[in-house]
């Protein structure tokens, strides 16, 4: 029922930047909260970014450099990645969650170069 397509990846270099987006099937706000995971190869998907209501919460890499938000409008949460670095290379995944279940995007690569 509900769907989330990210968009927005691609291969920048090293302290450059990149917007994600993720667009959902209905209103956003009948979720509890929105975030971004991401993957690295042979690594443990990772939370980034969350928000809910008013409040975002980050992962400890990434604080003062990424900033998550939305535009109930257009039903889209973004990610907004400044300063990258090659550790932040990985396909990232939006997540949309109502109570105890979870909703996820198919992914978007993300490559930062050297």
């Known amino acids: 029922q509900v769907q989330l397509v990210e968009s927005g990846g691609g291969l920048v270099q090293a302290g450059g930047s990149l917007r994600l987006s993720c667009a959902a099937s209905g209103n956003i706000f009948k979720f509890n909260s929105m975030g971004w995971y991401r993957q690295a190869p042979g690594e443990q998907r990772e939370l980034v970014a969350v928000?809910?209501?008013?409040?975002?919460n980050y992962a400890d890499s990434v604080k003062g450099r990424f900033t998550i938000s939305r535009d109930n409008a257009k039903n889209t949460v973004y990610l907004q990645m400044n300063s990258l670095t090659p550790e932040d290379t990985a396909v990232y995944y939006c997540n949309a969650a109502i109570s105890i279940i979870n909703y996820w995007g198919q992914g978007t690569q993300v490559t930062v170069s050297s």
């Open positions: 928000i809910s209501g008013a409040s975002t």
